[in-house]
């Protein structure tokens, strides 16, 4: 049955159709054809669960009836709260997910892109610095600001007491005709060796530079 209103009359072989008959089933029709009046399409629970894709592949797919139009209204519904059925209750709804109840006005956060999200104002104060994680009591305990720190490693000078003692050993070649000296002289090949010994000094030394970690940059934006 395509509504959910019946018939005024009843109609008999040889019976006289009269204007009073014929204008009140007319009327009955005009009265009660609204949504309320039209069947559905969900005669059981199968029925009710139908779905078409209106777009697979690319391309649109008409419908030819009026439950062809529901079922992919029921599909896109289902899309939109990734339920099992269209008619379950989704986790989060629309306005939670854009208003203040996941990101309230204030919120910061880290993106890993270049541009701000709708919504969203790039916060252009932190810059050059790495994230760290707020301890409760670690270096890092402070609420949302900036630990103090250096890109550039210190530098520092070694102490007498820290360089141990230690031994130079050098040789030097006697004088000999690879040197100019009179022909007789003792041989190039012949050596003398010295040694000295020495307990370190304060020589100073530096260890300072200015270095970066590999990293993914990313933007700190406030919520609008």
Request: contains cysteine; charged residues 10%; negative net charge.
């Amino acid at each position: 049955m395509g509504a959910t209103f019946g018939r005024t009359k009843v109609w008999i072989v040889g019976e006289t159709l009269t204007a009073a008959d014929l204008n009140a089933e007319f009327d009955n029709i005009l009265n009660n054809l609204d949504p309320s009046g039209v069947d559905d399409a969900s005669t059981n629970l199968s029925a009710m669960q139908t779905t078409v894709d209106p777009y697979p592949l690319s391309t649109p797919s008409l419908a030819t009836d009026l439950a062809g139009e529901i079922q992919r209204l029921r599909y896109l519904i289902k899309q939109i709260t990734g339920e099992a059925q269209w008619y379950m209750d989704p986790e989060m709804d629309l306005a939670t997910l854009s208003g203040a109840g996941i990101f309230p006005s204030g919120t910061k956060l880290w993106f890993y892109q270049n541009t701000a999200p709708s919504g969203w104002t790039i916060d252009t104060t932190p810059a050059d610095a790495v994230l760290a994680v707020k301890g409760g009591s670690g270096a890092y305990n402070v609420s949302g600001g900036s630990q103090a720190g250096t890109w550039t490693q210190p530098d520092h000078t070694l102490t007498t007491a820290e360089i141990p003692a230690h031994t130079h050993t050098t040789y030097c070649p006697v004088a000999g005709p690879a040197y100019g000296q009179p022909a007789g002289a003792i041989p190039y090949a012949a050596y003398t060796y010295v040694t000295s010994s020495s307990t370190g000094g304060g020589g100073a030394h530096n260890h300072g530079t200015t270095w970066r970690p590999l990293a993914q940059v990313g933007i700190i934006c406030t919520k609008d």
